[in-house]
């Protein structure tokens, strides 16, 4: 579904993933962990083409319609005086483009989605009304509604309670049953363990990946804070030259 070769992605013209390898699967499932600071974030909008490359290629095998992109919390502005419906009905921008009309049928797709994140009646609440577990119910409501192939999670739980934890992890499993591939970034040693079969670790470099459980082991977990903590933002820019042929492919 997704292939990383050499993929360097540069901020100031220092690498926040530096030569990163390997491949997402067709229908995986797998959590992205690492310090902080090491790339995680960065990987996710390179993947959804959100930033340019410094080197190196990302292949994806969807097109852009049928991929989904959930940011963190923290990078969407509240504020937006817009509705709960009308939130989740943004999934269906890909399909429907801007002059597309909203039909029953869409309406209805909205309606089953907020059904199953458990927020049926709350349609036209603005979403500043709404809790941070209630908002992210609603924003996993709008990839519902986009019913697209490859779903990336940036810190999907971070700041709600685990109740809510609880009912979107179950969302998650449910997108893996269907053989959709979802990448999500999390913090949560548990939470990675119990749920996700495949782990990548990062620290700009590739630590560790594959099986979540010859992953995360102390070794490898002990090599990423040592990375972390080494990284030096004023070394020499690392070969500069791969600054002009970085491209994404769809």
């Given at each position: 579904m997704v292939t990383l070769d050499n993929l360097t992605v540069s901020y100031r013209q220092h690498p926040a993933l530096h030569h990163v390898n390997g491949q997402f699967a067709p229908g995986s499932l797998t959590a992205v962990m690492g310090p902080n600071g090491s790339g995680k974030s960065t990987l996710l909008k390179s993947i959804m083409a959100l930033l340019p490359l410094s080197g190196g290629r990302v292949a994806v095998s969807t097109p852009r319609t049928r991929r989904a992109y959930l940011p963190q919390l923290a990078e969407i502005d509240r504020s937006f005086p817009i509705d709960v419906r009308d939130c989740v009905l943004l999934g269906c921008w890909p399909a429907v483009g801007a002059w597309g009309g909203v039909d029953a049928g869409l309406l209805a797709r909205v309606t089953s989605a907020l059904h199953s994140v458990g927020l049926e009646g709350f349609e036209h609440r603005p979403i500043?009304?709404?809790?941070?577990?209630?908002?992210?119910?609603?924003?996993?409501?709008?990839?519902?509604?986009?019913?697209?192939?490859?779903?990336?999670?940036?810190?999907?739980?971070?700041?709600?309670?685990?109740?809510?934890?609880?009912?979107?992890?179950?969302?998650?499993?449910?997108?893996?049953?269907?053989?959709?591939?979802?990448?999500?970034?999390?913090?949560?040693?548990?939470?990675?363990?119990?749920?996700?079969?495949?782990?990548?670790?990062?620290?700009?470099?590739?630590?560790?990946?594959?099986?979540?459980a010859q992953v995360l082991t102390e070794p490898h977990l002990r090599q990423a804070r040592t990375l972390a903590e080494a990284w030096d933002d004023a070394a020499e820019i690392c070969n500069t030259d791969q600054r002009l042929t970085g491209k994404v492919a769809a």
């Open positions: 500043g009304s709404l809790s941070s577990g209630q908002f992210q119910r609603v924003l996993f409501a709008r990839v519902l509604v986009q019913d697209a192939d490859l779903i990336l999670l940036d810190e999907p739980f971070n700041a709600i309670d685990s109740k809510t934890t609880a009912a979107l992890l179950t969302l998650i499993r449910q997108w893996h049953q269907q053989q959709r591939t979802v990448i999500a970034v999390l913090h949560d040693d548990l939470q990675v363990r119990q749920h996700f079969p495949q782990t990548l670790l990062l620290a700009r470099e590739v630590v560790a990946w594959g099986d979540t």
